[in-house]
């Protein structure tokens, strides 16, 4: 497996365990955040309870301690409202409450003290007489939007603590629950507290971190009048809301981290190498195998299989071309054979048949014999090329170094082919008197005839006016032999298949020059085979000129 492939299992396998950790911790956070409202909303209930009780239980003490009192039943018998001031008014600044009735059993208000607002409250008969059988009644009720709790007891003398005589009046206090009272609640319960009147109940739940209970609250007819609500805010929920949110933040992006990262490798390991095949296939762009191969094993595996076709691939075109080659040899040969064997032997058969005719005239007969040496000439001539290439072809051609004189090998030259022009009417230069005389070299005399020779052939037989040209150069490490001529040129995109058997520039039938199309081909192989350079400039009607340059 390759070391990749390894990496990105490894990271997903990591991405999957933090993904199902992040999972795992968030639901117990989840638990833990319900355990907390649940205990916490418990706590606020039994707070809630306590508050309330707490102050009714205040105005209980109140109450309960001055209406077992033989001074009240006195008053109640004989009101006398100086007394009520300085006894009992003085209560509601004592205990800061907010109002008191003392009623006689007929129901009869004897003394009242009281805020603004309770002005007009008026205590029913079924409630003073409910009173009456209880001893001890509270309730609450809303006056002007305000919230009173009202504690009533009947009248009892001072030996009666437990109210088992029959009483002798009606004792009202109420307590307000006013902004002072509540602020302090706030305090000391540490919650938000309000109150509303009605039935009806505030759906608070969507308060952020909060939890809240409410407290009924009844009138003396045990009606709902309004309800307490106490809200109490959380900070360990919030804490515990702000570690789930960024757990959940962290599962995202590792989520997020891991798609990422799935995306990044695959383009890596699978888009990107993919790609490549697709160019290296389509374009045959064989400079990226390497980057293929560099990917991971498997694309590594077809970037060395792509590799081995296009090497198949390259063999086989080189083979086709081999192939296609031999096989425009083969057709190059057998023009060849018939243009430059049939015509000279056509010529020969011809001109034997009608020599032997006894009625043709000395001149006839001389003119016929010498085309039948013409056409034997060129018949030899051919024939010879065709050993020669065959024999460098299949490297036998055998190769005799020796000393010789220059002359030995440029004086035959230079008296053919002086004639040769001479019967084209062409002048023929050499500049062989320069040379030191006696100049001696090495080489296979006979191979590099043949080479001059067919340069020579060459330029005479292209060059119709004008001159050809024998140049010898002695340098220091080489002599130079120069064959130029003024004939008809080679055209530029010609040159390059010059030196290849059986290409001609004209090479059809019906061609001004003959020729087997092997003199430069075979001049090159033999250049080779005794360690010379052959080399040509030329252009189309300006004439050529053939270097040979062989190493001293
Ligand atoms: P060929 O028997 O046809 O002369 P070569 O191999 O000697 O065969 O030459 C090949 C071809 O090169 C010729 O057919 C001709 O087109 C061109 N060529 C060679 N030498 C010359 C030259 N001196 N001037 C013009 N063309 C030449």
Redesign the pocket.
């Known amino acids: 497996m390759g070391t990749q492939r390894k990496i990105l299992l490894a990271m997903i396998a990591l991405m999957l365990i933090a993904f199902i950790v992040s999972i795992v911790a968030i639901r117990i956070n989840k638990k833990r955040e319900n355990l907390i409202i649940e205990l916490s909303q418990e706590a606020l209930e039994i707070t809630r309870n306590e508050v309330v009780k707490d102050q009714e239980s205040k105005l209980y003490r109140i109450i309960y301690d001055y209406t077992y009192w033989d001074d009240f039943v006195n008053f109640i018998q004989n009101p006398d409202e100086e007394w009520a001031e300085e006894n009992i008014s003085t209560i509601l600044s004592s205990f800061g409450l907010n109002g008191l009735w003392m009623i006689d059993l007929n129901q009869k208000v004897l003394y009242s003290n009281f805020v603004n607002q309770l002005g007009s409250y008026v205590f029913e008969k079924d409630l003073l007489s409910d009173l009456h059988e209880k001893r001890f009644v509270n309730f609450y009720d809303f006056i002007n939007d305000e919230l009173f709790l009202f504690y009533g007891a009947t009248i009892h003398p001072t030996s009666d603590a437990d109210r088992l005589t029959d009483p002798f009046g009606y004792f009202f206090l109420v307590k307000k629950w006013d902004e002072e009272l509540i602020d302090n609640i706030q305090k000391i319960s540490d919650c938000e507290l309000f109150f509303m009147s009605g039935i009806d109940t505030l759906n608070l739940s969507n308060i952020n971190n909060t939890i809240q209970s409410s407290k009924a609250l009844y009138n003396w007819k045990d009606e709902q009048v309004g309800s307490l609500i106490f809200i109490r805010t959380l900070p360990l929920l919030n804490l515990n809301k702000q570690i789930s949110n960024q757990m959940q933040l962290f599962i995202s992006s590792s989520v997020l981290g891991m798609i990422l990262i799935i995306i990044l490798l695959l383009n890596r390991l699978v888009s990107r190498p993919l790609k490549l095949v697709g160019e290296i296939i389509e374009k045959e762009d064989v400079t990226k195998i390497d980057r293929l191969k560099q990917s991971s094993s498997d694309f590594a595996r077809i970037g060395n299989l792509i590799e081995k076709f296009v090497d198949q691939k390259k063999e086989l075109e080189y083979t086709m071309h081999l192939a296609q080659a031999s096989d425009r040899l083969k057709t190059a040969f057998l023009n060849n054979i018939s243009h430059e064997v049939r015509t000279p032997l056509n010529g020969i058969v011809g001109a034997t048949l009608l020599i032997s005719d006894p009625s043709i005239s000395l001149p006839e007969r001389e003119e016929l014999s010498e085309l039948i040496q013409i056409s034997t000439e060129r018949l030899l001539r051919t024939i010879t090329?065709y050993m020669d290439i065959s024999l460098l072809n299949s490297d036998s051609m055998p190769i005799f170094i020796s000393d010789f004189k220059m002359s030995e090998l440029i004086k035959p030259l230079n008296e053919e082919y002086a004639k040769a022009c001479c019967l084209k009417n062409i002048a023929y230069k050499n500049n062989f008197d320069a040379l030191p005389v006696g100049f001696i070299l090495r080489t296979d005399k006979n191979l590099l005839g043949k080479v001059l020779q067919?340069?020579l052939?060459?330029?005479v037989?292209?060059?119709s006016e004008g001159s050809v040209s024998l140049l010898i150069y002695k340098k220091p490490q080489s002599i130079e032999f120069n064959?130029v001529?003024t004939?008809?040129?080679?055209e530029k995109k010609?040159h390059s298949q010059?030196f290849v058997?059986f290409?001609?520039?004209?090479?059809s039938n019906m061609r001004q020059?003959?020729?087997?199309?092997?003199?430069?081909?075979?001049?090159k192989k033999i250049c080779d085979l005794i360690g010379a350079e052959i080399s040509f400039d030329?252009e189309k009607g300006k004439?050529?000129s053939?270097k040979i340059v062989l190493p001293l």
């Open positions: 090329e067919h340069m052939e060459n330029a037989k292209f060059t064959v001529d004939g008809v040129g080679i010609f010059i058997h290409e001609q520039e004209d090479s020059y003959d020729g087997s199309g092997l003199g430069l081909a075979i001049s030329s004439g050529c053939f």
